[in-house]
C-alpha cells in the first residue's frame, strides 16, 4: 500500500498517477478528512476496469498501518518568496508525521515531498531513524525536468534531445544546475551558449517557481509524475537514476546535511549513491549550496 499524506495539489496529483497506473492500493491521509475522503471518491473514478487496487481517505493515522511506501506532502500553509519561510512549523509537523510512521508501518519506505525539502529530509531522517537510503526527499529530479525544458525550449527542440540536465544541491535557491555533463543533440551544451546565456538559464532554473506563480497558484504536475516514477521504481523494482535529497555521510565531501546528489533507486530504496565527475566551479557551488542547508539546520 502506498499512503500519502496531505491531500491537497500535490498529493492527490501523485495518487491519480499511482491509481490510474494500477500501481498499488492508495490511502490519502489528510488532518481535514473531509478533503481526503472527496479526493479519493474522485480519484476512484481513474481506476482502470482491470486494476486490483482501490483508494481511499482518512485523517486517522493508524490507517496507513502495513504501508510499504509512505509519501509526505503535508503542508502548514503557502510560502510566498522563499520555501523557507514556514521552516519551523513544518518540522515539527514532519516530526509529528515521524512518530506516526514509526508507530504504524516502521518498514516503510518514506518520500518526503513537502518544503523546505532537505530540511525536512534531514530533520525526518533524524527523528525518525530508519536507514539514510529509506528516507529521501524528491525535488531535484524536478528542478531537473525544469532544466532540461529550459534548455530545450531555447534551442528548439525536443526534450528527447537534451540529456544529461541534472541539478544538484539544495530545492531552493542556491541549487546548481550541472552544465559540464549536458548535451543537446550530441553536443556539449557549453560550446553552444555563453556566459550570459549560462546566466540567464540558472536564473531560470531557480525561479522556474516564481515564473509559473504569475500564472497559476501552484505547481503539482511535474513534481507529481517525477514521484510517480521513484515510486514505480520501487514497487515494480525497475532500477532508476536520479537525484535526490539524502543525509549525506562522506559522500561528495558532505556529512550531516540533506541535499540532492544523484543516487540509484530499486525496490529497496536508494541502492547507491553515485559520485559524477563536476568541474571545478560546480565543485564550488555545490560546497556553497551545502553551507547553506548547514547554516539552516544550525539555526533551529
Ligand atoms: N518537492 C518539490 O519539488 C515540491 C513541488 C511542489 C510542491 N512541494 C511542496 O509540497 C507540499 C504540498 O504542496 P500542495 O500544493 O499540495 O499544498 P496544499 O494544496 O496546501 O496541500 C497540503 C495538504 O496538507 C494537509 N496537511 C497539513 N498538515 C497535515 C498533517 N499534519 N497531516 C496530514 N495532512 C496535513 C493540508 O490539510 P488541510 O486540508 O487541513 O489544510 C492540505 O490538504 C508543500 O510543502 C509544497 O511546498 C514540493
Redesign the pocket.
Known amino acids: 500500500m502506498i499512503s500519502i499524506?496531505?491531500?491537497?495539489?500535490?498529493?492527490t496529483a501523485i495518487a491519480f498517477l499511482c491509481v490510474s497506473n494500477g500501481l498499488d492500493n492508495v490511502l490519502l491521509?489528510?488532518?481535514?478528512e473531509k478533503?481526503a475522503i472527496g479526493e479519493s471518491l474522485d480519484v476512484a473514478n481513474a481506476i482502470p476496469k482491470k486494476s486490483n487496487f482501490s483508494i481511499h481517505g482518512t485523517s486517522d493515522y493508524s490507517k496507513i498501518a502495513g504501508s510499504d511506501i509512505v509519501v509526505i506532502?503535508?503542508?502548514?500553509g503557502?510560502y510566498l518568496k522563499d520555501?523557507t519561510e514556514n521552516m519551523l512549523p513544518q518540522i515539527t509537523?514532519i516530526k509529528?508525521?515521524a512518530q506516526k510512521i514509526n508507530q504504524y508501518c516502521p518498514s516503510a519506505i518514506v518520500l518526503i515531498?513537502?518544503?523546505p525539502?532537505d530540511i525536512l529530509t534531514y530533520f525526518f531522517q533524524k527523528e525518525i531513524g530508519f536507514s539514510r537510503f529509506k528516507v529521501f526527499g524528491?525535488?531535484s529530479s524536478?528542478d531537473s525536468s525544469r532544466f532540461r525544458y529550459l534548455i530545450s525550449e531555447k534551442f528548439s527542440v525536443p526534450q528527447s534531445l537534451v540529456d544529461d540536465a541534472l541539478v544538484l544541491g539544495e530545492?531552493g535557491d542556491s541549487m546548481v544546475p550541472i552544465f559540464s555533463r549536458v548535451k543537446v543533440d550530441g553536443k556539449p551544451l557549453l560550446s553552444l551558449i555563453d556566459d550570459e546565456e549560462q546566466s540567464s538559464i540558472v536564473f531560470g532554473v531557480r525561479n522556474y517557481w516564481k515564473d509559473l506563480r504569475r500564472y497559476k497558484s501552484?505547481?503539482?504536475f511535474g513534481?507529481a509524475k517525477n514521484v510517480f516514477d521513484v515510486i514505480d521504481s520501487i514497487v515494480n523494482n525497475h532500477q532508476l537514476s536520479i537525484p535526490v535529497s539524502v543525509v549525506l555521510n562522506g559522500e561528495y565531501g558532505e556529512n550531516d546535511v540533506a541535499m540532492g546528489v544523484p543516487v540509484l533507486i530499486d525496490q529497496s530504496g536508494i541502492s547507491k549513491i553515485i559520485d559524477v565527475d563536476l568541474s571545478d566551479s560546480e565543485t564550488a557551488l555545490l560546497k556553497k549550496s551545502s553551507r547553506k542547508i548547514h547554516d539552516l539546520i544550525n539555526s533551529i
Open positions: 499524506v496531505g491531500s491537497g495539489r500535490v498529493g491521509v489528510n488532518r481535514n478533503k506532502t503535508a503542508s502548514m503557502v520555501r509537523m509529528e508525521i515531498v513537502s518544503n525539502l524528491i525535488a524536478l530545492h501552484r505547481s503539482q513534481i
